[in-house]
């Protein structure tokens, strides 16, 4: 069984001869040898090459170019670099372009052995960690987007391809259909895993501070910056920033988003420097950027920008038969959460799910599915548990009298305010209080349940 792959580069045949006697008498291997370095590149784009081994000194190019331009292609294969002429300083100044070794002539047999069935060896694990990466990318991809749709595989396959490289990505698609989720994947089967990934939901964030939210501030910016402060950009440095639905962002942000992206850096207000940032950005929307564009809302510079690699979310009426897979996903994942013992759904149940208009998507079918499994009395869910809620009762007449007498707005604002005091008020009594429950209930996120509470200064305490 071959060991591996080597090209050894050295001027001198001689020396070229020695040493390819010396590893073939003692390891497995294949060996090319050249004595001109220009002819590495036609070799690494033919075959697998497990190690290089080069001289420094050599006409046409010498041995700490090729190392650079060999870890250009593939940073993963080791290069051993040899010479008769070593100083310190050459092996820090090869070590520090990623050389694996660095080996003074005469080389030591024993040595030389030694070090490249090791480089061999720590190219073989590098190989392997790859091969159980892409399982895992295979694993995370089927764990976390649930579905055996074309549309789905479709979907699944363009992921694996945009998390390999490092373009920014724009998705697009109706609201519930998992944007978020696809960002968080591609981010954890890239290069950038290991960095922070940053969401950022645009709509949420007044237009007065979304700019210093976005690029940070310093001390003195305007009145109330007591202090420093780093912008999500930043704090996103060697990670990914999720732009949630960036068709909402004014056109002064617009503006400095389309530097970054250019410039690759930031400027806090009330800065003079700009800050390098290393970031890869992913945005998403529910709107036709190209209408708003056409509208003057969009700047067009911008859309090319972020619409480097484009991915479409199919909706749930595209992908009908993925219902019940995540509708057991979703039963199973709520009993587990709510400690409940529901085994499954009855055949009438899957029916309606599989033939109801689902406008939310995803994310209501989620939220229904929640719904059942928090307030479901028996251990099947059946179809009445998955029915909405009836309808509200008609504004009784003496409420619509005094609101007769107000103006438009005031009258609307007055019922919105009113209403939603009382239907928060009336579900946070049935749940006793219970934020997660409440917000299933509702058919909200928990995050937009609080901000309700607060907002509307309704103390969950007494609920309880």
């Not at 945009?162 to 978020?180: C, N, P, Q, R, S």
């Not at 960002?183 to 645009?202: D, Q, Y």
């Not at 991915?311 to 749930?316: D, R, T, Y």
Request: glycine fraction near 6%.
């Amino acid at each position: 069984m071959t060991e591996g792959s080597i090209i050894i580069i050295d001027d001198k045949t001689d020396m070229l001869a020695l040493l390819k006697r010396l590893l073939t008498r003692e390891l497995s291997c294949t060996i090319d040898t050249l004595t001109d370095p220009r002819g590495v590149d036609s070799i690494l784009a033919s075959k697998d090459v497990d190690l290089v081994i080069s001289d420094v000194k050599m006409p046409g190019k010498d041995g700490i170019t090729l190392l650079k331009e060999i870890k250009a292609k593939d940073r993963d294969i080791p290069v051993i670099i040899l010479t008769g002429f070593g100083t310190i300083e050459m092996a820090v100044e090869a070590l520090k372009y990623g050389a694996y070794d660095f080996i003074t002539k005469p080389v030591n047999n024993e040595r030389l052995v030694h070090t490249v069935r090791q480089a061999i060896q720590y190219r073989r694990i590098i190989k392997e960690k790859k091969l159980l990466e892409e399982k895992f990318r295979l694993t995370t991809l089927q764990r976390e987007l649930i579905g055996e749709s074309e549309a789905m595989q479709a979907l699944m396959e363009t992921i694996k391809t945009v998390a390999a490289t490092d373009e920014t990505v724009l998705i697009t698609g109706e609201t519930g259909t998992g944007k978020e989720l696809v960002a968080r994947t591609i981010h954890r089967l890239s290069n950038r895993s290991k960095g922070p990934f940053i969401t950022v939901n645009c709509p949420a964030i007044p237009e007065t501070i979304l700019e210093s939210e976005l690029f940070g501030y310093r001390k003195g910016a305007f009145t109330s910056a007591s202090t420093d402060k780093k912008g999500l950009f930043e704090a996103a440095n060697e990670g990914t920033i999720f732009l949630d639905e960036i068709g909402d962002i004014p056109h002064s942000v617009q503006t400095k988003l389309l530097r970054v992206l250019q410039e690759k850096e930031v400027k806090p207000l009330g800065d003079t420097e700009n800050i390098m940032v290393d970031v890869r950005v992913i945005a998403s929307t529910n709107q036709n950027l190209e209408e708003r564009i056409a509208n003057g809302q969009f700047r067009e510079d911008l859309y090319y920008r972020l619409n480097v690699i484009h991915i479409h979310m199919p909706n749930l009426e595209e992908r009908r038969e993925d219902i019940p897979l995540l509708a057991r996903y979703f039963l199973k994942e709520f009993s587990l959460q709510y400690d409940r013992e529901i085994k499954g759904f009855t055949e009438k149940a899957l029916e309606y799910l599989k033939n109801r208009h689902w406008k939310g998507n995803v994310r209501e079918l989620q939220n229904v599915i929640k719904r059942a499994v928090i307030f479901s009395k028996s251990s099947q869910i059946d179809v009445e548990e998955l029915e909405k809620p009836g309808s509200l009762t008609p504004c009784p007449e003496t409420i619509m009298d005094e609101l007769l007498k107000l103006d438009y707005r005031t009258a609307r604002e007055k019922l919105l305010r009113e209403f939603t005091e009382s239907y928060i008020s009336h579900i946070m009594k049935k749940t006793k209080g219970n934020i997660s429950q409440a917000a299933a209930l509702a058919g909200v996120e928990r995050q937009s349940l609080q901000h309700l509470l607060k907002k509307y200064n309704i103390d969950i305490s007494k609920f309880r």
